[in-house]
Each structure stands twice: as C-alpha cells, then as structure tokens.
C-alpha cells in the first residue's frame, strides 16, 4: 500500500507531502500536524502560476470548500458582539484550518488522488493503533496500580487522542476497507477491518460502537442487493459478532449503555449534580437550547457561548456541568449557540453541498453520516482532533478538482 506510494515519491509535489504529513499526523499526534500547512504554503512559492482560475470556476455551492470559509469568515464577524475576545480569538487560532486549508489546496498543485489519500489515512489508522496496542501491553506489564487499571480500554489505550474521535475516524477506515473488497476480495483490507473493530470495541465510545454497526448493516444490505452472498454472510457475522461482545462478556461498553439506559429513565434537566457522560449531554443539550433561544438569529458571539452556557446552568442549579464548564457537547447545538441560526444553517450547508457533490456514492454518504451522528454526541469541531481531519477528509474527498485528475 505505501510501498506504491513510496515509488512514486519522486513525482509527487510538495503539496502531496504537505497533505500526506496533515492525515498522518492528525491521526497519530496532533500537534505535529500543522507541520504539512507549513509545507503546502511553501509549495505556492515553486509554482509558476501563483493562482489557478479554473480551479476556483470549478469550485461551487456542491463543494464543502466554501462553506468553510463562510463558516470561517462568520466567526470573524461573531467577534463584534463578543465580550471575552480573548476567548473568541483562541477560537479563531482553532478553527483557521477551515480558511487556510481550503485555500492553500485550491491554489496547490498535487498529484496522489482519492486512492492514494485513502491508503495514506488507512496506514495512519493502523500504525497509530498498533502504537497504542503495543503502549497498552508495556503499561500492563511494568505499570502496577491498585486497583489494576486496564490499559486496553477507553481514554487509557488512546493516547495520543480522545476515544470518540479515535472511533470515528478507525469507522471513516473501515468504510475504505470494505469499498476495496467490494471491488476485489483483498486479505489486508478483510484482516484490518478486523482490527478496527477491535480498536473501536476498546475505545469504548459508544457513537463509535453504533457507527460501526450501522455501516455493517448497510453494507451487509448492498451486498444482498449485488448478490454477494459471500460478503453478505460476512458482514452478519460480523454484526453477530460485535453484538455477542456487547452481551455475553462484561466489557465498559456494555456498562456505559447500561448506564445510559437507567440515565433516562431517572432524569432530570435542572437541579442536577450529576457529570455522568449521558446524563450530563442531556443537561448541557436542554441547557444550550435555552441560550440559542435567547440568542436565536446571530447567537451569543464567537468569544461568549462558553459563558453563556456555564452561566445558564448556575442558574438552572446543574452544579456538576457548570464546575466543569462542559459545552454543548453536541455540534450544532454549539454553533447555534455560538453563532445563531445563520452559523447553524452554514454548518448544515457543510454537510449538504458535500452531498450534492456525489448524492449516490455510497462510501461518500457513509462519511458523511458518521461525521453526522457524532456531531449530535459531540462538540466535533471545538478541538483539533475533530477539526483538522473533518475539513482536511471533506476537502479531499467531496470537491471536483481531484475527481477530475483521479479515479475513485
């Protein structure tokens, strides 16, 4: 897989490295990453046409890239009705991937394609896992606390990153797997497919458990429409599988939903100490509706929503979210938040003009839906990790340039 990458590294750009570096490095440790921004910017300087016209015309409302930069420039305006900027300018410094990345890839030129960049993201997901597999097994067998900590699970084995968007991006992985053996039985892709969802059964994180089983069980019903019977099988074993997991052994994840479970049916929204993980999302969801009601149309500022928020739930007497200033823990909740309706329609458009680009392309669609549910579980884009690769993958994956010089 990167062997073939590696014999062609001689006509690559160094855009191409720039990129390759961000998908690494934004999967293994993040704060290498903005390394590869660095080397795109100087690949500008080595070309001879400083700025390509025909790449902007191609470039419309059916790309993600420039609702980006909308969702960006909108940020920039938030600031105006902002109190605490130093906050709203933290904010601006975290989100400028959505300005710089786009730009800097339409103005690059490059020369890998979707094919290469999913190989290149598949490796970063595997060495990255067998690092924390490997961290996990010395940890185990050198570091002794009572009572024994399992390495193997949860934020203890992912390391270098949170687990929900370890799991998110280990599902985004195995999407690719299967697309290569819908095209060709390959063992590596079968074997890997395995593998993350080992990873993404250890990461414990329950969006990243029900992606993988929704992506199973689409891919399980085109196979029985392509007559697979084969990968047909396959998939429900799979599903089979990771639903015996779940059940017959005791495992985190059987008790996080568990959890969940006796969370709703004992709950409530204003009063409450608790900072349980269900329990506290549905505190901070009612709470961060109640602010974007106040602030409906152009939220409470870039630099404000973090206040607003942890202000309500003083109010409210929900102690446990407001000591840990937790946000909304769900993305477009945020955005309303922070930048009303107009900020949340744009971070819709995201998504829909990223669809309009290829509506019927099943892998496509599959990405899309993952980012999606974990934006309704997370805060996505409020960190690094959620930010770079979101815009990074979409950019790649969803705009017509690198269609019209690759195949899928």
């Keep these: 897989m ?9 006509r690559l750009q160094l855009s191409d490295f720039g990129i390759i570096w961000i998908l690494f490095f934004s999967v293994f440790y993040q704060k290498l990453a903005p390394v590869g921004f660095a080397l795109i910017l100087i ?7 400083v700025f390509i016209k025909q790449e902007f015309k191609e470039t ?9 930069i909308f969702y960006y420039l909108l940020l920039l305006v938030g600031m105006l009705w902002s109190e605490n900027t130093a906050f709203g300018l933290s904010k601006l410094e975290n989100k400028l991937t959505f300005l710089l990345f786009p730009i800097l890839y339409l103005l690059s030129n490059r020369k890998l394609g979707n094919s290469d960049w999913k190989k290149i993201f598949i490796f970063s997901l595997v060495f990255t896992l067998v690092i924390y597999e490997l961290t996990a097994f010395v940890k185990t067998l050198f570091f002794h606390t009572e009572p024994p900590a399992n390495y ?3 934020s203890r084995f992912t390391v270098f990153m949170h687990r929900s968007y370890f799991s998110c991006y280990l599902v985004i992985g195995t999407i690719f797997l299967i697309e290569n053996i819908r095209k060709q039985f390959d063992l590596w892709s079968f074997l890997m497919i395995i593998f993350f969802a080992i990873g993404t059964f250890q990461t414990g994180s329950k969006a990243g458990f029900i992606c993988f089983i929704f992506i199973i069980i689409v891919y399980a019903i085109l ?27 005791k495992n985190v994840l059987k008790t996080r939903f568990e959890t969940t479970w006796n969370t709703l049916n004992n709950f409530k929204v204003t009063e409450n100490t608790s900072i349980e993980s269900t329990a506290a999302r549905l505190i901070i969801w009612n709470t961060s509706w109640k602010v974007w009601k106040e602030h409906f149309i ?7 929503y973090d206040d607003a928020i942890t202000n309500k739930n003083i109010d409210l007497g929900n102690t446990g979210v407001a000591k840990e200033r937790l946000n909304a823990h769900n993305q477009f909740l945020n955005t309303g938040v922070q930048l009303g309706l107009i900020g949340f329609l744009i971070l819709v458009m995201i998504f829909i003009s990223a669809w309009l680009y290829q ?37 790649l994956f969803f705009t017509p340039k690198m269609e019209s010089n690759t195949s899928n």
């Excluded at 690949?43 to 001879?48: P, V």
């Excluded at 396959?234 to 599988?241: E, P």
């Design 2 to 10: 990167i062997y073939k990458i590696l014999n062609n590294i001689p």
């Design 60 to 68: 419309n409302f059916k790309s993600p890239l420039l609702w980006f």
């Design 43 to 49: 690949s500008l300087f080595f070309k001879r046409n």
């Design 359 to 395: 509506p019927f392309c099943a892998w496509r669609n599959l990405i899309l839906i993952v980012f999606f549910i974990n934006f309704l579980v997370e805060s996505f884009l409020e960190t690094q990790a959620g930010i770079v690769l979101f815009c990074v993958l979409l950019t």
């Design 223 to 249: 196979f029985s429409l392509n007559k697979s019977k084969k990968y047909f099988v396959i998939s429900l074993s799979f599903m089979l599988v990771a639903f015996s997991a779940l059940i017959l052994t």
């Design 298 to 304: 152009f939220g409470t500022g870039t630099g404000d």
């Design 152 to 154: 193997f699970m949860e």
